[in-house]
């Protein structure tokens, strides 16, 4: 099955700075990759996902790219605030709809003042 | 658009009981729902896939006769936790999928808290 690693389990930044979090996975077949901020006690709520015909996606501070080659991804996110405190989470399936989710452990991302 | 409920949001249960978890999405009907466990500061861990209408499929080493899943319409999915013991305890959060959604996008309910005593 699929193996996501994620990388790092925390990351502290000044607010303002870039933060990036890096995932790899195992599976060639794997086409859909989501990341998810969670904050304590609540759902998982998408910010970006790429699918795997493109290289990068960028919506506002936060952008996502994919080596499928390398088999990695990053979620980068610029000019950081306060309230991007939280856990974020990697994840990967084949997509179409039929496949679960597998994701990374997560990182604890803090922004200090 | 694309709301998925969840009931209970929590239950405190004595071991030995069941407890049944719904999930509904709300404003689209979903082929396919998926149930997740996450433990305290741990990952989100897929338990099974459910599919209207047909058996559920169980990720390896999750009991499926624990783990009972019915999902008897494209709305509502059931996960009943049988005879729970205290390492049980858990927040369960059930996703759903749209037939529309041909690359995966998942839309996560609130999450049910768990705590078996």
């Known amino acids: 099955g699929e193996n996501v690693e994620q990388h790092p389990s925390t990351l502290s930044v000044q607010e303002g700075d870039s933060a990036v979090i890096k995932c790899t996975y195992s599976?060639?077949?794997?086409?859909?990759f989501p990341w998810y901020k969670q904050e304590l006690g609540k759902r998982p709520q998408l910010i970006i996902d790429?699918?795997?015909?493109?290289g990068e996606k960028k919506d506002q501070r936060i952008a996502v790219t994919l080596n499928k080659t390398a088999k990695h991804f990053s979620l980068h996110i610029t000019e950081t605030q306060p309230e991007d405190s939280a856990v974020y989470f990697c994840a990967a399936s084949r997509g179409g709809g039929a496949d679960g989710l597998t994701f990374g452990k997560g990182t604890h991302l803090i922004i200090q003042p | 658009g694309a709301v998925v409920s969840q009931h209970p949001s929590w239950v405190i249960c004595k071991s030995g009981t069941s407890v049944k978890i719904e999930c509904r999405s709300l404003?689209?009907?979903?082929?396919?729902m998926f149930w997740y466990r996450q433990f305290p500061k741990q990952s989100l861990m897929l338990m099974a896939t459910s599919n209207e209408g047909s058996k559920a499929t169980y990720e390896q080493g999750v009991e499926k006769d624990k783990f009972l899943i019915n999902h008897a319409s494209l709305t509502l999915s059931t996960l009943t936790v049988t005879s729970a013991h205290p390492e049980d305890s858990s927040f369960y959060i059930c996703?759903?999928?749209?037939?529309?959604?041909?690359?995966?996008?998942?839309?996560f309910g609130p999450g049910t808290r768990l705590t078996v005593l």
């Open positions: 996703s759903a999928c749209s037939g529309r959604a041909l690359w995966g996008e998942q839309f």
């Open positions: 599976d060639s077949a794997s086409n859909y």
């Open positions: 790429i699918r795997s015909n493109v």
């Open positions: 404003d689209f009907q979903a082929t396919t």
